[in-house]
């Protein structure tokens, strides 16, 4: 078979399908962003009278604030053309043979129910504002765990353990896009490990969003509880279209006393998306968060994943890699807060860029006066594939107690001529030699990604590296 060398020569259809649909077979807001929008989200979802007032203050909040202007541009992205709530007419079923056909063929064609036979606890899958989809093993329930989404545990026995909890990590006012996320949020997941429950295998929530011009805005709240042991695994596409897409989700984390939670992701937006998503984890005494984090696509990222290190000897570890390639300016990072006493953190990234790809690796740790003994350590490594490409790191470092114990590294580097001539005196084309480079710059990380996801991600990086020489 002939050897493809060119990007546009390479068969995208795993994410960038989609089925064409009439306006018959969903409910849709009018684009834009006004009060009237804001209250007929809120009618369609049945909200309770205390939520319905967290979206109206939310929407006050993001016409009082500014946007960002320190990081990738935004100039692109207006909310008057964005529609922020369209459902699917179908209700959420436990079923795959009850979803309907062409929504079924999007997540079969994407691998979902394959990878709930095989090695997933439970499922949750969203099309668009809407979870379509949504089970979890019997064995797994009859440990009391529960996983549902957002919406139906807002109506159920959870329903104030959600509202002590939602965006209390995440308040509107923290900024522009948490305010529009708490206004206009749909869907997502609810998590609930009762104390000392391990589930063994991983849960997972996909998120897919199909229509042009639209924005995703789900919201995933997780309670880990003392001494209970979970992994969840969030993966996400979209197919790529010629106006601006919007994902602006929001996900809560709480890692109670003695417990684990480790939150995996691999993002594969269409790069036509604005990525301004907000994750934000709350660790308690012994407790430990570990986040395994992959970014491969959107137009443009500003991804932050927060860990505030409350109790004493919590711990964190973060693990990510970002690729970004032609027209993608991809700025992401993390914030680390210690406040308990003997706390740890340990990160390493990755990034990667080609094709006059921009990446930024942004990290900041703070080390409150009371986190005596905190222990932290961040090394950024990135590599360029080439000389239009950029890489940046910028860390930052606020430490307030005597004790602490703080280090940073960071590498910035390309690929040796050297190494490429080596690999091509041994049979192998100079593509396939950059490929095995940047595959071996990037196995730390894939050897953290649950199996089928750490697959993906070599497939994307090959994908990638077609058409990359000269």
Known sequence: MKEKTRVDDVDRNLYDFRFEESDEDFYKVESG?????????????????????????????????????????LEGLDMRDIVTYIKPKTEMVASWDEVPADIKETFERLGIPQAERESLA????????????????????EQGVVYTNLESALHGPYSEMIREHFMKLLPARDHKFMALHGAVWSGGSFVYVPPGVKVEIPLQSYFRLNAPGAGQFEHTLIIVDEGADLHFIEGCSAPKYNIANLHAGAVELYVRKNARLRY?????????????????????????????????????????????????????????????????NLDTGLKIVH??????????????????????????????????????????????????????????????TQSADVGHEAKIGRISNDAIFYLMSRGMTEEDARAMIVSGFADNVSKELPLEYAIEMNNLIRLEMVGSIG
């Open 33 to 73: 962003l006004t009060p009237e929008i804001v209250e007929q989200i809120s009618r369609e979802k049945k909200d309770p009278q205390w939520m319905r007032e967290l979206r109206l203050d939310s929407l006050k909040a993001y016409n009082e604030m500014e946007a960002p202007d320190w990081g990738p541009s």
């Open 122 to 141: 439970g499922v949750g899958a969203q099309y668009d504002s809407e979870l379509v989809y949504h089970n979890m093993k019997q064995e797994v329930a």
């Open 264 to 328: 995996s992701t691999i993002e594969n937006w269409s790069k036509n998306m604005y990525n301004l998503n907000s994750k934000r984890a709350l660790v308690e005494e012994g407790g430990k968060m570990e986040w395994v984090s992959g970014s491969f696509g959107s137009h443009t990222g500003y991804l932050y994943p927060m860990t505030i290190l409350k109790g004493d000897n919590s711990k964190c570890e973060f693990t990510g890699i970002t690729f970004a390639g032609k027209g993608q």
């Open 339 to 400: 406040s308990g006493k003997n706390t740890t953190s340990a990160v390493n990234t990755k990034s990667i860029s080609k094709d006059g790809g921009i990446g930024t690796m942004r990290s900041s740790v703070l080390v409150n006066p009371g986190a005596e003994n905190a222990k932290s350590t961040v090394d950024c490594a990135t590599l360029m594939l080439d000389s239009d490409s950029c890489s940046d790191t910028i860390p930052v470092m606020d430490i307030r």
